[in-house]
């Protein structure tokens, strides 16, 4: 999962040094809200559990391209990426130790790497946020149709299909928990490891029914592998190490001693989800199986090892579940990450904002539309959006090893030479697999990870320039001046007389100093507007409401340019030192009724708000 703690770090602790357990009674009991290891295992590991599910397959894609030869070498591919794995590990005990409040890629770079890195990293979360829905809905959906092969040619539609349902269930404010996960990741890693045990026992696949009729995508007459095919197959499998930092940046979420905890469960992640990855390799070696079009390669091993009845069906749809979750995540995660960049003037204040359901709804969307993007653009097909996966999340990885490296080095503790080297070690091999996977996935769609990444950079930062001088402008921080009346004068444009009217010239002599009530007046020989404007005069007159009524004359049948024009006017002929426009508008009871408004206030409202700086206010009168 995704980084998504951004708050400031705490005073560094090392993982001995953390603050005893007190033992309150109301410390006990706001506990049994916190994750144990075991529950932080179900919660936390979604994403990297769900990886299972595409990491192996790519690999197998990438060495198809040298035939049966290529194949061969799918265990020392995934051994190199599990020895990757073990390092990551070894350096996010590292930082849950250091940053015991979350540490983020995001908060640590903030930390010891300034404000452009923290910015960096917070854009690489976001593409791996979005890459993260789109990676784990296409696999799952591939799941499914392994699994009822009828469906393969609607998986675009199955896919929306699959988006649209988490995102209605996000926006309804559904609240995570981890013994909801349990189950349903319980049932997947056992599911795996049934995969593995009884294929490691079988020396001929216990059915191939799976495969049967699909074509292969396996080379013919490749007999050699390149360091090239093995780089790329290496980079293509480094998709399986996506959610490693997932405990690292939910330490406050255990309970105490959470370090210690922490630490437990993000060892017991990368040994499970190492003993996965290469369990499933070897059984592709043992079984010589092939990828084939329309049936991933974990539906083979199901096959293969289970046999076509209830084991491969309750595999396939274990990951299909797993997956919806791991998706699920997400949407968990980005707009909360979101929120934080707006609350740091890095983002529009509106993705702070919350819905009924305490639901940041505007980040929902928004992941949800870009989502549907990519899921439409890459066809349903998930082998052509996992590459892209893992550039972001290596990206934030580099970042985060290298800022550790500044916190050892800063507080040179115990022992903090062989944490720096660590963590120095780490950061150089995650540095290594970004370039690979960049270079060797650049045609083929890492361009735009690459170009999303500095755009981002730069969208977080004209954005934050712009609140900036916002804030400047309006004196944020300061004590603002005394208060003094000003001379001022309230406008109310008019069409006709009724109870609207009425109301608004109420509300209007409550308001300012002075008041005057406005009307346009078409200047056409057209007889319909002489009449209109003689009886507005006529009825003005009979009904005396104590404000006089100015008729602002216009040839061209407009609206909103001949008052804006006469509002400048008033405000350099009369030196008001406020102009407040009061727009009178019906509320309709029904949303549809809207459709039956004329919209003469809105264009009144955009006219005034362009070319005037007169305050407007549109005053509403519920039916």
């Known amino acids: 999962m995704p980084g998504t703690d951004m708050q400031r770090p705490a005073n560094p602790l090392a993982a001995d040094e953390e603050p005893p357990d007190t033992g309150a009674p109301h410390e006990e009991e706001h506990s049994r809200d916190k994750l144990t290891a075991l529950g932080g295992l ?35 591919v995934t051994v190199a990426i599990a020895v990757l794995l073990g390092v990551l590990v070894a350096s996010y005990r590292q930082v849950i130790a250091a940053f015991p409040d979350g540490g983020g890629s995001y908060a640590v770079a903030k930390a010891h790497l300034g404000r452009r890195a923290a910015l960096t990293a917070a854009a690489s979360l976001v593409i791996d946020y979005i890459l993260n829905v789109a990676v784990s809905v296409t696999a799952g959906v591939a799941a499914l149709t392994s699994a009822v092969p009828e469906l393969y040619d609607d998986r675009i539609w199955l896919c929306l299909g699959v988006l649209v349902l988490v995102t209605a269930v996000n926006l309804r404010g559904v609240a995570e928990s981890a013994r909801w996960f349990m189950a349903p990741t319980a049932v997947f890693v056992l599911s795996i490891l049934a995969i593995i045990v009884a294929g490691l026992f079988r020396s001929t696949p216990a059915s191939t029914a799976a495969a049967a009729g699909h074509a292969s995508t396996l080379a013919d007459n490749a007999t050699t592998v390149g360091a090239l095919l093995l780089l790329k197959a290496f980079a293509a499998g480094c998709s399986a190490l996506t959610g490693v930092e997932a405990v690292a940046n939910a330490v406050p979420s255990f309970r105490t001693p959470r370090v210690r905890r922490a630490q437990h469960t993000e060892v017991a992640l990368g040994a499970l989800l190492g003993v996965m990855l290469i369990g499933l390799a070897v059984l592709i070696g043992r079984f010589h199986l092939q990828p084939v079009e329309g049936v991933t390669v974990l539906a083979q091993l199901a096959d293969a090892s289970l046999g076509h009845g209830f084991g491969f069906y309750l595999v396939q749809f274990s990951t299909v579940i797993l997956l919806g979750l791991a998706a699920n995540t997400s949407f968990g995660g980005l ?25 940041h709804r505007h980040g929902v969307l ?13 066809g349903g097909d998930v082998n052509s959006l996992v590459p892209l996966f893992s550039i972001g999340v290596f990206v934030g990885f580099t970042i985060c090893q290298v800022g550790m490296v500044r916190h050892w080095s800063g507080e040179r503790g115990p022992g903090w030479r062989g944490k720096a080297l660590l963590n120095g070690f780490g950061a150089l091999l995650t540095g290594t697999a970004t370039v690979v ?13 690459c170009l999303a990444l500095p755009l981002l950079v730069a969208l977080f930062e004209l954005v934050h320039r712009t609140y900036e001088r916002i804030g400047e402008r309006l004196e944020l921080g ?5 208060v003094t009346r000003q001379r001022s004068l309230v406008l109310v444009p008019v069409t006709a007389i009724s109870r609207l009217t009425r109301d608004a010239l109420s509300a209007a002599v409550s308001l300012g100093d002075e008041v005057m009530a406005v009307t346009v007046v078409h200047t056409s020989p057209d007889a319909e507007d002489r009449q209109a404007a003689e009886a507005l005069r006529r009825d003005w007159e009979l009904w005396q409401p104590g404000v006089p009524l100015v008729e602002v004359p216009d040839a061209h049948r407009r609206l909103g340019a001949p008052l804006a024009a006469y509002v400048n006017e008033l405000g350099v002929e009369r030196s008001y030192e406020r102009i407040t426009v009061l727009i009178p508008e019906v509320e309709p009871a029904k949303f549809w009724q809207r459709a039956l408004q004329n919209q003469r206030g809105a264009v009144i409202d955009r006219a005034l708000r362009r070319r005037t700086d007169a305050a407007v206010c549109r005053l509403r009168l519920r039916m």
């Open 42 to 76: 179900a919660a936390l590991s979604l994403d990297a559990m769900a990886s299972v599910a595409y990491g192996p397959e790519s690999i197998v894609l990438v060495l198809a391209a040298a035939g049966a030869y290529g194949l061969g070498f799918t265990l020392p």
């Open 335 to 359: 707009p909360v990450l979101m929120r934080l960049l707006a609350r740091d003037n890095n983002l529009p204040h509106v993705f702070a904002l919350r819905a009924d359901h305490q639901v």
């Open 366 to 378: 928004f992941l949800s539309l870009v989502s549907a993007v990519l899921l439409v653009g890459s």
């Open 437 to 449: 996977v960049t270079g060797t996935k650049f045609t083929e769609g890492a361009w735009g990870i």
């Open 478 to 482: 300061r004590v603002p001046g005394a």
